[in-house]
């Protein structure tokens, strides 16, 4: 468990009190744990740089996208009459719901720099290296994740030749056209061991994307029609990098600490992320901008819907929990793979290219239980540490955090303290849905009443739902 950070630690006296935030963070890295030596380090401002075709001009100074680009693949309005047309006499591929989201986070640049679904060199590298290189040669930046596309033997067959591919969302649509394209085995036994370390049954995302895709991986330039929607009433939190880098200029952020959680916000949550603006504050930043993020692609069955989180979340802001002020509530378009260690790095070099200059993360970060034995599938301290040594994140500042519990003696969340662990409860992601679910609340303090309102009334609505369709 991490005990604290650089940002927990006391200031050199040797530095002046009008020393800048970037030099107060470096001189307390000579405090910090080993492994987070190499990323402290603020990205400052940079001189502009040339930008390639179809990339957007990034006026936010607090960190460069990765590649020194950001990638926008979604075509000019006065081209999409024309591509509609190309598109009718090309070869289709209809895509999943999670294909979707993927072309959606492509298209929007999150993964910058890549421009589309991975050709097999992409490939490759992300699945065994855990980075790519840049194309220039001039390194490499973090990657993960495989973004890929798969198809069948039929699909394949009527590709052919042809160069380019129209892409249809589920409902049959046009959604855009994956151009140059090359077409590649997909080994998938390997693909889940090195993402997951197990093959075992049960993996959420494997049984959803994988199990049952094409055995062939296509691979290619993408350019989307238009602007992905979802149509949900929820497609105004969906930011994208370049909003959000509009949206902290406009706020006149000079730091921007992202924190991505796929379940709802409880006090130990907003305890954590006050915490961290407290501290950045004293280090001497004028206005730090949290970017609270959840996670808005395919999460497993149990977890709580991203309509009733992102309720919950603004009835959290609504409630004073989190200052509105100084907060910035945007949905992550990306599913979810429950792959510890290997995906946070995902989710943390994302954020990267919306702006963010630290990433807050703390125990077991996007990880899960076992899928057939009653312990944790990763260690829950190994996120944290991986990221602080991942390749191509170096600019990004990791920020650990102390675990939060609840105090019985206080009476509300506070951060562990070992020497009293008698008086302290940890009310986890179960327990929290069973007290939901049961219509019992939570210890006082624990979640604010507006929000936890929300999570009753949901599960009440499937306690309904579940009554109607009940046999007699």
């Not at 490759?124 to 994740?145: K, T, W, Y």
């Not at 380019?164 to 046009?174: K, R």
């Not at 006090?267 to 950045?280: E, I, K, P, Q, V």
């Not at 990221?387 to 191509?392: E, R, Y």
Request: charged content about 25%; aromatic content about 6%.
């Amino acid at each position: 468990m991490a005990t604290s950070t650089h940002l927990h630690l006391p200031i050199p006296p040797r530095l002046s009190a009008s020393a800048s935030p970037t030099a107060r963070l470096r001189a307390s890295a000579s405090l910090a744990h080993p492994l987070l030596l190499s990323r402290l380090r603020l990205a400052a401002p940079r001189p502009p740089r040339a930008r390639r075709a179809m990339s957007v001009t990034v006026r936010s100074s607090l960190i460069d996208p990765d590649g020194g680009a950001l990638v926008d693949l979604v075509a000019a309005p006065e081209r999409r009459a024309a591509l509609r047309a190309e598109a009718e006499a090309l070869p289709r591929v209809r895509l999943a719901p999670v294909d979707v989201e993927w072309a959606h986070v492509l298209a929007e640049g999150w993964a910058s720099p890549l421009r589309g679904f991975m050709r097999e060199h992409e490939y490759l590298q992300s699945l065994h290296f855990n980075c790519i290189r840049l194309p220039d040669g001039a390194g490499v930046v973090n990657m993960s994740l495989p973004i890929v596309l798969a198809i069948g033997d039929r699909e394949k067959e009527e590709i052919g030749a042809s160069p380019d591919v129209a892409l249809q969302g589920p409902d049959g649509g046009i959604l855009a056209i994956l151009r140059r394209v090359e077409i590649y085995p997909h080994n998938k036994e390997e693909r889940i061991a090195r993402t997951w370390g197990t093959t075992a049954p049960g993996l959420p995302y494997v049984d959803e994307a994988i199990a049952s895709a094409g055995n062939w991986l296509i691979g290619g330039d993408l350019e989307v029609l238009e602007p992905i929607k979802y149509n949900d009433g929820l497609d105004h939190y969906r930011l994208s990098p370049q909003q959000l880098r509009n949206e902290f200029d406009k706020r006149g952020a000079d730091a921007v600490f992202a924190f991505q959680l796929r379940n709802p916000v409880h006090n130990g949550h907003a305890l954590l992320m006050n915490d961290t603006r407290r501290r950045l504050l004293e280090m001497g930043f004028k206005n730090p901008i949290l970017l609270l993020h959840p996670l808005g692609g395919f999460t497993k069955a149990d977890d709580v819907p991203l309509p009733v989180r992102m309720e919950q979340h603004s009835k959290v802001l609504e409630d004073g929990v989190l200052d509105p002020e100084t907060t910035i509530v945007s949905i992550f378009p990306s599913p979810m793979h429950y792959a510890g260690p290997t995906e946070v790095q995902w989710h943390a070099k994302a954020r990267i290219n919306a702006g963010a200059n630290f990433y807050i993360v703390g125990r077991d970060p996007a990880g899960m239980g076992h899928p057939t034995e009653k312990r944790d599938l990763y260690n829950p301290d190994h996120g944290k540490k991986v990221l602080s040594m991942a390749p191509g994140l170096e600019k990004l500042n990791i920020l650990p955090f102390k675990v939060a519990a609840y105090d019985t003696v206080a009476k509300k969340m506070a951060f562990f303290e070992p020497s009293r662990s008698k008086d302290f409860l940890f009310i986890s992601g179960t327990k929290m849905r069973a007290f939901a679910k049961s219509g019992e609340n939570p210890p006082d303090g624990f979640m604010c009443p507006g929000g936890w309102k929300v999570l009753v009334d949901y599960y009440n609505s499937l306690q309904t739902e579940e009554a109607a369709v009940a046999p007699v």
